[in-house]
């Protein structure tokens, strides 16, 4: 399956964002999904995660208040809901199949389009 990420844009400090995650190639539906970020010069990193099965969510330190993972099947998407930006958040976001356990998720396949957040202060 190929993700594709959606929705980034420009954003005022303090301002929302919600970003969407669908298939642009294949089925999203029953894969547990994550979102990641990367930034310049930093390695990429896991934002929230999701897993299918049972609801059960998982956010870095860094977002945990602020973000909020969901998933629609009826629009065969997975959403992060983006509130008081920050501009350390900015950065390109992207969704991936992930291997969700004991709170911990690994994504796995390809990655595919991100999306770019961008957080004016």
């Known amino acids: 399956v190929q993700l594709q990420a959606s929705g980034g844009g420009l954003v005022q400090s303090g301002g929302s964002l919600k970003l969407s995650c669908r298939a642009s190639?294949?089925?999203?539906?029953?894969?547990?999904i994550g979102w990641f970020r990367r930034t310049p010069g930093k390695e990429r990193e896991r934002v929230a995660c999701?897993?299918?099965?049972?609801?059960?969510?998982a956010y870095a330190d860094s977002v945990k208040g602020r973000f909020t993972i969901s998933r629609d099947h009826a629009e065969k998407a997975v959403f992060l809901e983006m509130k008081n930006l920050k501009p350390e958040d900015m950065a390109v976001y992207y969704c991936?199949?992930?291997?969700?356990?004991?709170?911990?998720?690994?994504?796995?396949?390809?990655w595919g389009q991100g999306t770019l957040v961008t957080v004016s202060s």
């Open positions: 999701f897993q299918d099965r049972d609801g059960r969510t």
């Open positions: 190639r294949g089925w999203l539906d029953y894969y547990d």
């Open positions: 991936a199949t992930v291997h969700f356990k004991d709170g911990r998720c690994t994504p796995f396949g390809s």
